[in-house]
């Protein structure tokens, strides 16, 4: 019998639509061969858009602004609210403001090289050339970026480069860009081109004769699910961090919509690349139900340092200077406190497991400003990072300015993600991915401040450009009805699953089996993973699978507003995508970015990539619950960045 | 800690509600107050009732989903939002009060949850700058004095979690959309749009159904983000000034 693990390997992915030629001159090329759809035709298209977070709201506003009729769906009761609403430190752009020698192609090798070589060349490159128009169209929009006294941009340093090339609003910099494009689609909604659905939740993709031509969903306030059509659909649903149960995500982050494209055929590329951020508040208890993330920017002034001993359980005042060890700036002393994520929480991980971690169960490490307090001032200290500092004091009831910080890391994003093209396009016509939903950017690691720079390019500028190449090469095709077969068929899937949950009442909570399986990702598929507990993990999730099946209790009923049944929902797709996530990462056998596997290191305990057998991205064709998928390689090939050990020393 | 809650409880939009007693036990004070709601549901659901249904999200205090009126203050006894609110505020053997937010521009869903789209269609009317995408010019080329940028920033800091509305003794909605004209108008990529944001964005809070100002305050104390009670002094202003422009008064 063959079991999950025994993946079978595919014919090879293609990108069939990076143009060839010079690296800087493709979009170009792309947007000029790309065909257009009249301007009079376009208020015939319906394009849907899942999800109003960044990615979601600019491309709904976009798109709509461009003449298309957009449907726009988000789970929250608003589309101000999106995760990316909790995005504080900043977003890149190559502007050179401050005449560091910083350029696109400098942007484009950090990004590539932070990624640890498994990011595509073409797409990257893309994103460092329009990082300079985000921050026009924001500015444009009233975006309040922090300002120098002479009027002019302020920018700052993030961790893994060493320019300032990082715009910022205070330490809410995703909330003042959420809040431009969630206002740009209020416009459009108030001018009849979007119609916004909030509170409605996707639960399917609808697939007719291998086009994506709408969704099944879920109206969260009747119960009612229905289905709605349209030329093309796009997904800007976010991350899959949520798998983990406890993540920086928001609490009703998720999966489904992903996991269900995915079902219906869109190939799931890299699903282990997840990022671990390094900067984050230490979990009090069991109780815990959420982590809550202190911006990398933090890293720019706090010294981070654990005690020269182990097992110190001083007070941090009453450990002496020379009984420090500041380690980031001792292994890594050209980037100090500023090394990539990755690293920075591999760091944390190790001395906590030699026993040196500070706080209750030692899990955190300090990070410390009674430096910069003293060569700054207290007060400048208040202007930076002020609303940081209270947001901490608030959760652990202890005062950084008096005491240092305890950090931890914690899941924060998900490289990983549906494949995508050049065009942003799944392997499912008709379905493009956008934002933290695609594969396509970060490779296998992602550099601060470059989420929000992703998100707002694809959905600005990328998709609105590339999606009229699919909508003028096919013929629309409209509303095809609740009637037809693949509709009905689709409808009773998502209708059969939910009356399953609501039947079985059985003597467990949804939350108990997330929580199941988020420690065993943590465990097994978190800060460093092994061929053997990788195995034990893909071993046990069927298992868990099973017993949910047989002892998840939902009450209420499906006709109702019931977030229990929403929860529920939402677990089911966690119980596949985990073992997706497993397999993919027992399979590379390699350590790369946030991907570290333990038997795939240096001498002095850095991610070692093997790059003759690992330089592909790997994307999972789904063949069935609990059934081994189909791997189809994409080759990555890197013409202007040549990959080398990523040595940050 | 051990608790006592009395948590409004309403089926349905257009059922009748009424406050239901529960015990919490095993309380930490490091919980937030919505983990300890979380513990109240897990024993609700395996006892086979229905869970207290409450909006949350980012649990950031950044989101503005969670809106919980705790003993009749709007987000409880600190200024913050209810997320970020932990049970070292209470005392062991506390009784609290869970209500939703009350205004007659937001009815109830179900239990704490309200519909508070009406905020949506008050940015609708004009809480925009129309800068469609691609016709933006280079970002340098027009300055902000850095005490307009700032002032713009603590207003654009709202998170429109309605706090103000569920505090005001009239359910008046000015804080908040004085909040988003504040941010607008002092920029001046905001001003060909000044007069015409101000007007249309305040008459559709009154279409709305929010209630008048009488400057009673209390939303600025409530408000988990500190706008100012001034802010709405400046929308005033602002109104005041598009209005005879506009020939109105």
């Known amino acids: 019998m063959s079991t999950y693990a025994d993946y079978v390997t595919g014919e090879p992915v293609v990108d069939g639509k990076a143009p060839e030629g010079p690296i800087g001159e493709r979009w170009d090329t792309r947007r000029f061969e790309a065909k257009l759809v009249n301007p009079a035709n376009r208020r015939k298209h319906t394009v849907i858009v899942v999800g109003t977070g960044l990615a979601g709201g600019s491309a709904g506003a976009t798109l709509a602004e461009q003449g298309y009729h957009v449907v726009q769906f988000c789970y929250q009761d608003s589309p101000r609210r999106a995760h990316s609403i909790a995005a504080q430190g900043g977003i890149n752009a190559a502007k050179n403001y401050r005449n560091d020698g910083d350029s696109v192609h400098r942007l484009f090798y950090d990004t590539v090289k932070g990624g640890d070589f498994r990011a595509r060349e073409s797409n990257v490159h893309r994103l460092a050339q329009i990082s300079v128009e985000i921050i026009d169209q924001c500015v444009a929009q009233g975006v309040p970026f922090a300002r120098e006294y002479g009027g002019l941009l302020d920018t700052r340093s993030f961790g893994g480069v060493q320019v300032s090339r990082t715009f910022y609003a205070r330490g809410q910099t995703g909330q003042q860009l959420l809040l431009g494009a969630y206002q740009a689609l209020s416009r459009q909604i108030a001018a009849g081109n979007v119609e916004m659905r909030p509170r409605t939740e996707m639960l399917d993709l609808i697939v007719i004769d291998g086009r994506a031509r709408g969704i099944v969903a879920r109206d969260l306030i009747t119960g009612r699910i229905d289905t709605y059509f349209a030329d093309a659909v796009v997904l800007a649903s976010g991350g899959y961090g949520n798998v983990f149960y406890l993540s920086t995500n928001a609490m009703n982050s998720n999966a489904t919509a992903v996991w269900r494209a995915h079902r219906r055929g869109a190939l799931f590329a890299n699903p282990c690349f997840t990022q671990i951020h390094p900067t984050c508040i230490p979990r009090t208890g069991e109780h815990q139900s959420k982590l809550t993330l202190m911006s990398e920017s933090l890293r720019n002034d706090g010294r981070i340092w654990v005690p020269e001993a182990k097992g110190d359980t001083r007070p941090a005042d009453r450990i002496p200077e020379d009984e420090r060890d500041y380690y980031l700036e001792r292994i890594y002393p050209s980037f100090g406190n500023l090394v990539p994520r990755d690293i920075a929480s591999r760091a944390a991980k190790n001395v906590c497991d030699e026993g040196r971690g500070v706080g209750p169960g030692g899990q955190g490490v300090y990070l410390d400003f009674a430096d910069a307090i003293a060569r700054m001032g207290r007060k400048a200290v208040e202007a930076k990072y002020g609303n940081l500092f209270d947001m901490y004091q608030r959760i652990t009831d202890e005062d950084p300015y008096e005491v240092p910080m305890r950090i931890y890391p914690a899941v924060h994003y998900t490289m990983g993600g549906l494949w995508v093209d050049y065009d942003l396009q799944t392997t499912v016509p008709g379905l493009f991915a956008i934002g933290e939903a695609n594969f396509s950017d970060h490779g296998a690691n992602r550099l601060g401040a470059s989420a929000l720079m992703q998100g707002l390019a694809d959905g600005y500028f990328v998709l609105p450009a590339t999606i009229n190449d699919y909508l003028a090469r096919h013929p629309r095709q409209g509303d095809t009805g609740r009637q037809h077969p693949v509709v009905q068929e689709v409808l009773a899937e998502t209708e059969d699953r939910l009356n399953l949950l609501l039947a079985v009442d059985g003597d467990r909570t949804p939350d108990s089996f997330h929580r199941e399986v988020g420690e065993l990702m943590w465990e097994f598929c978190g800060m460093a993973r092994t061929d053997s507990g990788l195995r034990k993990a893909l071993e046990r999730i069927p298992q868990i699978r099973e017993e949910f099946w047989r002892r998840i209790k939902v009450p209420g009923t499906g006709e109702e507003f019931n977030q229990s049944l929403e929860k529920a929902n939402r677990v089911v797709d966690y119980l596949e995508l985990a073992e997706l996530m497993c397999l993919d990462a027992l399979h590379r056998a390699e350590s790369c970015g946030g991907h570290f596997r333990e038997e795939s290191q240096t001498p002095d305990g850095e991610a070692e990539r093997r790059d003759e057998e690992f330089t592909y991205a790997a994307a999972w064709e789904f063949t069935g619950t609990g059934t081994a998928p189909v791997l189809h390689r994409e080759d990555l090939v890197f013409e202007y960045v040549h990959p080398t050990q990523r040595s940050y020393a | 800690m051990k608790l ?30 919505l983990e300890m709601l979380d513990t109240l549901n897990e024993e609700l659901i395996l006892r086979g009732e229905d869970p207290v249904a409450f909006d949350h999200d980012c649990r950031e205090g950044i989101c503005g989903a969670c809106s919980l009126v705790i003993n009749g203050d709007a987000h409880g006894p600190e200024r913050t939002t209810t997320c970020q609110l932990h049970m070292r505020s209470f005392a062991d053997g506390d009784t609290i009060d869970v209500e939703p937010w009350r205004a007659s521009a937001f009815p109830v869903i179900k239990d704490l949850v309200v519909d508070r789209s009406a905020f949506d269609r008050i940015i609708q009317a004009g809480g925009y700058i ?13 300055a902000v004095p850095k005490p307009d940028a700032d002032f713009a920033f603590e207003h654009a800091e709202c998170i429109g979690c309605g706090a103000c509305v569920a505090a005001c003794p009239n359910g008046a909605a000015m804080l908040f959309t004085s909040a988003k004209i504040n941010h607008l108008n002092v920029l001046p990529q905001g001003a060909p749009e000044r007069e015409t944001r101000v007007l249309d964005m305040v008459e559709r809070m ?21 706008i100012p009670l001034v802010s709405i002094t400046s929308m005033n202003k602002e109104w005041l000034r598009a209005a005879r422009k506009a020939g109105k008064r």
């Not at chain 2, 409880?9 to 309380?27: C, F, H, L, N, P």
């Not at chain 2, 129309?130 to 027009?142: I, L």
């Not at chain 2, 009154?206 to 500190?226: I, Y």
């Open chain 2, 4 to 33: 006592t809650l009395r948590v409004w409880r309403q089926r349905a939009a257009d059922a009748d509600g009424a406050m239901s007693t529960y015990d919490v036990d095993g309380i930490s004070p490091d919980m937030s107050f």
């Open chain 2, 130 to 142: 129309t800068a469609p995408t691609g016709a933006a010019p280079e970002a340098h080329a027009t």
């Open chain 2, 206 to 226: 009154d279409d709305e159904g929010f209630g008048g100002c009488t400057l009673a305050g209390e939303c600025a104390t409530a408000c988990p983000k500190g």
